[in-house]
């Protein structure tokens, strides 16, 4: 079985970025490798074990190998923040959507950030979706980027 590796990923972690690419298939954002040689390299490097499903046959769709999005919980206290914010920003007499131009411009942004999954189409650091076109941290006038700084900020009419 193959799996495909986050180049971003793996540059993260000193000597696997040069394993793989002496024994994988580049593939632009990833780099194609077999499991088991995956598994030795993250061995000889001293990393842990990575566990994924076993395929229900030997056809299955390769597995995609990436930063973890945040957990359940995590996410669902980013979703009440954000309700919070949004009911707060638009009880203040701000807009509670940006305009179709600002939602274009911070989804160009997120869509080319390190931290964005193209496999998922989600953020890495709080695990929106990224191509969300009806609601979405993108969508909201209270939002802003996660990251740190942010990206792109909280949008008020003017800003």
Same mark, same amino acid.
């Given at each position: ?17 040069? #394993? ?123 939002? #802003? ?15």
């Amino acid at each position: 079985m193959k799996v495909y590796v986050d180049k971003k990923v793996a540059a993260k972690t000193t000597g696997l970025a040069e #394993k793989l690419a002496a024994l994988g298939e580049d593939n632009g954002h990833f780099v194609t490798i077999e499991w088991a040689d995956y598994g030795k390299i993250r061995h000889q490097l001293g990393l842990p074990p990575v566990e994924f499903p076993k395929p229900v046959n030997k056809a299955a769709a390769p597995v995609l190998v990436h930063p973890p999005l945040p957990g359940l919980g995590t996410m669902a206290k980013n979703a009440a923040m954000a309700v919070a914010q949004t009911v707060i920003h638009s009880l203040t007499g701000n807009p509670l959507y940006v305009p179709e131009g600002v939602f274009n411009q911070r989804q160009t942004i997120c869509r080319g950030c390190d931290e964005f999954l193209p496999d998922v189409r989600r953020c890495s650091i709080c695990g929106c979706n990224c191509t969300n076109t009806w609601v979405g941290k993108m969508r909201l006038a209270s939002q #802003k980027c996660p990251s740190t700084p942010p990206k792109w900020d909280v949008w008020t009419p003017g800003t």
